[in-house]
């Protein structure tokens, strides 16, 4: 959807697409590292008639490059997405809530101290991300061009609070829990109930 977005502004070729994600920060959504994958999305979406090959062009030292346009199916597709994406929610889930859910694992000290760890990298993600919003405001690229980012900025903030009260009550020995209880809490063995149960 992404590449789509990018071909309404204009006709481009597949480096040029890389080119422009990085430069408007879109790769901090999308992975612009795999030139495999990109040619591959763009080989899908060209098949789905989502775009289509528009011409070619020669610079300098490269060889003939294909240029891409979207198609009206394209442009249908990439409203009809972003509408449904931004209206309507959809389970996610990210890989610390499925860690967090079998925690009880693990001592107090050691979910402290990797959380610990967690909460640094996430205090220096969010300021990184500050940083990139700051340079496109600089540059004079408008809000709406790094709503991705406030947005990950917001969770990463949310994120980073919750870290610290976890961490703190990990710590001071508010947050406790013991084999017994979570035992005790569980309840009968489903299997060993009967069939009365």
């Known amino acids: 959807m992404t590449i789509l977005g990018l071909l ?6 597949p480096y040029g697409i890389q080119r422009r994600l990085r430069q408007w920060g879109k790769d901090l959504v999308v992975n612009t590292e795999d030139k495999g994958g ?6 899908r979406l060209e098949e789905d008639g989502l775009i289509e090959a528009s011409g070619t062009e ?8 294909t240029i891409y346009s979207i198609t009206d199916a394209g442009r249908r597709a990439v409203r009809e997405w972003l509408d449904d994406a931004l209206r309507r929610p959809r389970p996610e889930y990210p890989r ?3 860690a967090l859910s079998s925690a009880m694992m693990l001592k107090p000290a050691a979910i402290a101290d990797a ?18 919003m700051g340079e496109g405001a600089e540059s004079g690229l408008p809000r709406v061009g790094h709503l991705e980012t406030e947005y ?32 005790e809490h569980a309840g009968p063995d489903p299997d060993e109930a009967g069939p009365d149960a």
């Open 115 to 132: 959380l610990e760890q967690r909460l640094a990298a996430q205090t220096e993600a969010a300021d990184a991300l500050r940083r990139v």
């Open 38 to 43: 990109l040619y591959r999305t763009i080989g």
């Open 152 to 183: 990950m900025v917001a969770i990463l903030d949310a994120e980073v609070a919750w870290l610290r009260a976890t961490v703190a009550d990990l710590r001071e020995e508010r947050l406790t829990w013991s084999a017994q209880e979570l035992e």
């Open 96 to 98: 610390l809530p499925t």
């Open 58 to 65: 020669r610079e300098g030292l490269y060889g003939e490059r």
């Open 8 to 13: 309404e502004h204009q006709p481009l070729y």
